[in-house]
């Protein structure tokens, strides 16, 4: 294991294995650290080293760039920390994880951010049920394990992994009852001229909506889910119209269905609590999911060694987190006196005019995966918002009345935020909420984050260190 | 009907957990998330406040809802790779 890393780069997704690649072409010891077991993070997450895959696996192409990306993160020699919690990271840039092994830490000169996004489902009752999960987490369930989220499944939500799962679903051998879309077909037409960018990508989401008509698969445009109960072992799934807002609409045409699972989502978030716990300036951005660093055109945030890439800046998808991640690498390696200001200019710009592309595709998903707002003002008032502490709608509405003014005051007054998720899965709705009185996202502000980043066993931090183990000084007489 | 795709891969070894005592069969190298899945174990927990069931929802390690006890351990059932003899518990984890 590498001890002092002059780069750190948190994440092994395509932004992480694009930093590290640009780090070793140009002689700087980096470690990328990452809590799977792989490099590809969420978008091109591996399967297990045991399985043997044969023939074409359910989504499409990502599994062969995956494997491309970790041949190339192999061969580069960059050392690697895999099964990494990382839970503290110091105003000194000193990170600290909590691995295989027990606690370890670094300390590099720099530290590449590149810690992707989480999935945002919006609340609705019964949406902490068993059975009912993320899109994504659909999608990992069949890339990576090859194993259904159900027979008999409803797919709802926005955006392109809408159809991506479901048409998985199909060839998996899984029935998709209905698939559900906040989005009219207009919304998907008038993305058309920057998808068109990526002919490829085009070609295959219409084979997705063709190969799912023709099986026969209800695809039901502007409609969203009322309600999900549990019947015996699965659910009954109730679904309805919504306007381009996502308002409901038509309550007496609501239809009720049953199924295994219910597979939801309403697009990415990107995750920023390391760039936030280090102070780095941020901004709110809708369209690219959230609160994103502010950069500059090299990638670096705004304090001296901090860099970021890839999702976790803004939703822009994993071909412009590769390109940004090598372009972070490439500033690093500046930064370090490894290269010159010439020598990155030639090799940053023509990623930079490939991530101008790809951004632009990128920016046109964003906008499909957006939740409209009406969804927000639909939650009902017996609907808990934050899972972990059961916080419900109303609940957070009197904390409101009662005058809490953005969403750290709402925290502590409520716990909604408070519970072991530490606010990755209630953030952003609750804020949403917030945002309907303040007026604006940005009034509403972000959970401040604190250490630890992510929940941990003290038994395992605190390793053999016992009571006994503390120094006492030796008494003065007296 | 399996819930495992079949004809996408070939799976590794066999394995046998112990899920609250009973027995369940999954495959070495497998997420532990999946294996309860795929043996139709889908409440792992309960809420500490209303005490509803949950069971796995972002399958990344981010919303905490899959947490058992793996061989007295707190673990995410979505972060681990299953072995041969590993002893699950769910419900009383949190």
């Not at chain 1, 002689?27 to 297990?48: E, K, N």
């Not at chain 1, 709608?393 to 409520?414: C, P």
């Amino acid at each position: 294991m590498i001890r002092d890393p002059e780069i750190l780069i948190l994440g092994a997704g395509p932004a992480g294995v694009g930093a590290a690649l640009a780090l070793a072409d140009h002689g700087v010891r980096a470690l990328v650290v990452d809590s799977g077991f792989a490099a590809g993070g969420q978008v091109y997450r591996p399967m297990p080293d045991t399985f043997a895959p044969n023939g074409t696996p359910g989504l499409g192409p990502d599994q062969e760039e995956g494997a491309r990306q970790r041949r190339l993160l192999a061969d580069s020699g960059v050392a690697t920390a895999f099964g990494r919690l990382v839970w503290s990271i110091g105003t000194d840039l000193r990170v600290d994880a909590l691995g295989p092994d027990g606690p370890e830490f670094w300390r590099p000169k720099g530290l590449v951010v590149a810690a992707g996004a989480t999935e945002r489902v919006v609340p609705f009752p019964g949406w902490t049920l068993p059975g009912v999960m993320g899109l994504a987490a659909a999608t990992i369930l069949l890339k990576s394990q090859c194993m259904l989220p159900g027979r008999r499944v409803v797919v709802a939500g926005c955006g392109p992994l809408l159809f991506a799962v479901a048409n998985a679903v199909v060839k998996g051998g899984g029935q998709v009852v209905a698939l559900a879309d906040l989005a009219g077909p207009g919304t998907w037409l008038r993305a058309m001229p920057a998808l068109l960018g990526r002919p490829g990508d085009l070609l295959q989401g219409g084979a997705w909506m063709a190969r799912l008509a023709a099986k026969g698969v209800p695809l039901m445009f502007r409609h969203t889910v009322r309600e999900a109960r549990a019947l015996g072992a699965g659910l009954k799934v109730s679904l309805g119209a919504v306007d381009a807002n996502g308002r409901p609409m038509r309550p007496a045409r609501d239809r009720t269905l049953e199924a295994d699972s219910l597979v939801v989502g309403h697009g990415l978030i990107p995750s920023t609590e390391a760039l936030r716990l280090l102070g780095a300036e941020m901004y709110f951005d809708a369209e690219a999911g959230g609160w994103v660093p502010r950069l500059d055109d090299d990638q670096r945030a705004s304090r001296a060694g901090l860099y970021a890439a890839g999702d976790g800046t803004g939703v822009r998808g994993a071909v412009g987190a590769f390109l940004a991640g090598r372009i972070a690498g490439l500033t690093a390696a500046l930064d370090l006196g490894r290269i010159d200001a010439g020598q990155h200019a030639r090799a940053a710009g023509p990623l930079r005019r490939r991530l101008a592309q790809a951004r632009r595709f990128g920016r046109a998903m964003s906008r499909l995966m957006a939740p409209p707002s009406g969804l927000y003002d639909a939650l009902d008032a017996h609907t808990v918002v934050c899972r972990c502490e059961d916080v419900t709608r109303a609940e957070v509405n009197q904390a409101l009345e009662s005058g809490a003014a953005d969403v750290n005051q709402l925290k502590s007054w409520t716990r909604c935020g408070m519970g072991p998720c530490q606010g990755r899965m209630c953030g952003d709705t609750v804020a949403q909420i917030v945002a309907l009185r303040t007026g604006s996202r940005a009034a509403a502000g972000a959970w401040t984050a604190r250490v630890p980043l992510r929940p941990l066993n003290v038994e395992a931090l605190a390793g053999d260190f016992d009571y006994d183990d503390i120094p006492l000084p030796t008494a003065a007489p007296l | 009907m399996s819930l495992r795709i079949a004809n996408q891969v070939r799976r590794g070894p066999a394995v046998t957990l112990s899920v609250d005592g009973q027995a369940v069969e999954a495959f070495a190298g497998e997420s532990l998330a999946a294996a309860l899945w795929a043996a139709g174990r889908r409440a792992l927990r309960q809420s500490p406040r209303a005490g509803t069931p949950r069971g796995v929802f972002c399958m990344m390690g981010a919303c905490q809802e899959c947490l058992v006890r793996v061989d007295g351990q707190r673990a995410l059932a979505c972060q681990v790779a299953v072995y041969a003899d590993m002893r699950v518990e769910t419900g009383a984890a949190t």
